[in-house]
Structures are given as structure tokens and as C-alpha cells.
């Protein structure tokens, strides 16, 4: 079965500089979330979209942003990276923002930034 | 973390034997999971419990919720070397996005 799917994989960008990541979820699947894991620490939920429309925010900085495209795939655009950006960015998907009634949320793999 | 806690934060144990961690969370819910990750790798989803049932099971993992304590436990049961990742667990309550408890490193020996 298809997966959602995340590129790049591997990311070396140097301080103050932009980097963007990709996101392509299930097929069907209209919601995209996006999770910033520190080393060794829990996904920190930052940013979510539904049917193209932004549905909730998190612990986001302002440097970064994103959005869901006509085909449901969506973005990442961090700028000004800061070393402490340096992180695995998750995506996820789901066929509704449903979680109430228990829709499951599948995450990628998981794209790692380095930031030197 | 953004949710709640869990408990052991590290666990080694013998292969066989059983694996007990414990999640703690702040807000109501309306559903928790937990979701197993592999060094480096991916969240995958192991389980989802509804803020109205009190126990489930799913092979060799079995999941109780106690919402009056907001304390979830996963038990995974005759364990595996292949067990070995971190294991979190995930609450879902009035924003549709799930929050993330601080997650236990499960170690399992051969």
C-alpha cells in the first residue's frame, strides 16, 4: 500500500540559509500534518492542513512556513535556518481532520535536517 | 513535551519476558494511540483507544486507559529483540491534531 511520502530524506543546509520538504500523502488522504522532532526528544506538532485550507497551528516558527497544493501535497519552507532547526520534519496524513472519531494519522519517514 | 509524560522513560528487559509503559496526559481526549519508532525511523501506528473503552487488545499488545487518572499503559506481551524502538504515545482531543507524550526506549535482549 502506498505511504505517505517525504523528500528529501538527508538535508545539509548552512545557518541562514532556506530549505523546503516535501510531502505527498496517501492517495485520497485530504489532511496533511507536519512534526518537528528534536534529537531524542517526542514529535512537536507544528502545522496542519485541510483541503488546502490551514486547520491548526502549532509550535511554529514564524521563519517557517507551509501550504497544501491542488493535488493535496504539501510544503515546508524554513528560512533563516538556526542551528537548533536541526531536526527530523515528519509529515503525516489522514482522510479527514476526523482524529475525534479515531481516524488514524500515517506518518513518513521522516525527512532530517542538519543545519552546520 | 507538549502533553503529558511517560513512564519508564528507559526499559531494558530479556526477550520473553513483558514490557509495561505508562503515559500520562494534561487535557480531556478523545481518542489516544501509541505509535512505536525505530531509531531514525518513521512513527507507526500500533493501537487506538477511545475515551470510552478502558481496554484493548491487538495481538500481542494490550492497552488500558484510565480517563478519570488521564494514564494510559501499553503491554507488550512475550517480547521480542525486534521490540526494540521507542514507543509513544499520542492523544487527540477538541484540535484535530494528537499530541505526543515524551516516549520510552524499549530495549529487549536477546
Known amino acids: 500500500a502506498a505511504g505517505v511520502i517525504q523528500s528529501p530524506r538527508h538535508l545539509i543546509k548552512e545557518k541562514r540559509e532556506t530549505a523546503t520538504l516535501k510531502c505527498y500523502p496517501i492517495p485520497r488522504h485530504d489532511t496533511v500534518y507536519w512534526y518537528q522532532q528534536g534529537p531524542g526528544q517526542d514529535p512537536q506538532f507544528l502545522i496542519s492542513f485541510y483541503e488546502k485550507m490551514q486547520s491548526d497551528k502549532g509550535s511554529i516558527p514564524d521563519r517557517f512556513s507551509a501550504q497544501q497544493f491542488s493535488d493535496y501535497h504539501s510544503e515546508l519552507n524554513m528560512s533563516s535556518l538556526e542551528l537548533g532547526d536541526s531536526a527530523l520534519y515528519f509529515c503525516?496524513?489522514?482522510?479527514?481532520?476526523?482524529?475525534?472519531?479515531?481516524?488514524?494519522?500515517?506518518f513518513g519517514e521522516g525527512s532530517w535536517l542538519t543545519v552546520v | 513535551s507538549q502533553q503529558g509524560e511517560e513512564d519508564p522513560q528507559a526499559l531494558s528487559i530479556q526477550e520473553g519476558e513483558n514490557a509495561t509503559m505508562n503515559c500520562s496526559y494534561k487535557?480531556?481526549?478523545?481518542?489516544l494511540q501509541w505509535y512505536r519508532q525505530n531509531s531514525g525511523r518513521g512513527l507507526v501506528h500500533l493501537i487506538l483507544?477511545?475515551?470510552?473503552?478502558r481496554e484493548k487488545h491487538s495481538g500481542r499488545l494490550r492497552v488500558t486507559l484510565d480517563t478519570s487518572k488521564k494514564s494510559s499503559s501499553l503491554l507488550i506481551t512475550a517480547s521480542r529483540a525486534a521490540d526494540t524502538a521507542s514507543y509513544f504515545c499520542?492523544?487527540?482531543?477538541?484540535?484535530?491534531?494528537?499530541?505526543f507524550g515524551t516516549g520510552t526506549l524499549l530495549a529487549v535482549q536477546p
Open positions: 483507544i477511545r475515551s470510552n473503552e
Open positions: 487535557t480531556s481526549i478523545n481518542n
Open positions: 499520542a492523544t487527540s482531543g477538541a484540535t484535530n491534531k494528537l499530541i
Open positions: 503525516a496524513s489522514s482522510f479527514r481532520t476526523n482524529l475525534h472519531s479515531g481516524n488514524t494519522i500515517y
